[in-house]
């Protein structure tokens, strides 16, 4: 499976935009560009997902690098409901359709 | 919408003893998704299926089973409970088509005493 890195932290304002970055330079043609976030002490719920093009849905905006060895989730007004760890999943289309999570971003926003 | 049901929600056991984690979904998903994690930790495979009948092990299985006897259900077992296996249990369902978003269950606490 292609693995992400992404910081271990990151802290912003509330009502400001906030940029998270993903890194997967092994990405394969195959593989969608999946983010989840946690909140504290629930499961992890879906964010966006993406292949090639940029991504827009209620919740967030995603922002793929051209060469797709990149990209960032972009929460375009942070929210104190926002404060949670974010984590950048790489997703085979084929098969079983694994997640396979890492340690991911944990983002918290300063009222 | 009940989605992805996961029962009990805590549950302390004692070492040795034996339980079933049970996991419903109402999404007609046919992938169902076991996963465990530990404090601090992002969440780690431990079996998936494909479809009714069809399970296999993820990253760490070892102490566990599974089975998928209907698309709805997808209980996990633990058959001899080891501290090791104290962990936060989530259940996942997605669609097969189109590489659907993953939902995921409110968990199970389990402490092994």
């Known amino acids: 499976d292609a693995k992400t890195t992404q910081p271990n932290s990151m802290e912003s304002n509330e009502e400001e935009p906030v940029h998270l970055p993903c890194n997967h330079s092994?990405?394969?043609?195959?593989?969608?560009i999946h983010w989840y976030r946690q909140l504290p002490s629930q499961g992890p719920e879906y964010v966006i997902h993406?292949?090639?093009s940029n991504v827009n849905n209620r919740m967030a905006s995603l922002a793929i690098a051209e060469d797709r060895k990149s990209s960032t989730l972009i929460l375009h007004r942070a929210t104190l409901r926002d404060a949670a760890v974010y984590y950048c999943i790489l997703r085979s289309s084929q098969g079983a359709q694994k997640l396979v999570f890492g340690q991911g971003t944990r983002l918290t926003i300063n009222p | 919408n009940a989605g992805v049901t996961q029962t009990p929600k805590f549950r302390i056991l004692k070492i040795g003893q034996s339980m079933t984690l049970q996991c419903a979904q109402d999404m007609n998903h046919n992938y169902m998704y076991w996963y465990r994690q530990d404090p601090g930790m992002g969440l780690k495979l431990i079996y998936y299926s494909v479809g009714a009948g069809i399970t296999d092990k993820g990253e760490v299985p070892n102490g566990y089973n599974v089975s998928r006897s209907t698309t709805e259900d997808f209980p996990l077992r633990l058959e001899l409970a080891a501290p090791s296996q104290t962990s936060v249990y989530f259940c996942?369902?997605?669609?097969?088509?189109?590489?659907?978003?993953?939902?995921f269950g409110d968990g199970t606490r389990l402490s092994i005493l």
């Open positions: 092994t990405i394969s043609g195959t593989d969608y």
């Open positions: 996942a369902s997605s669609s097969r088509t189109g590489n659907q978003p993953q939902h």
């Open positions: 993406g292949l090639t």
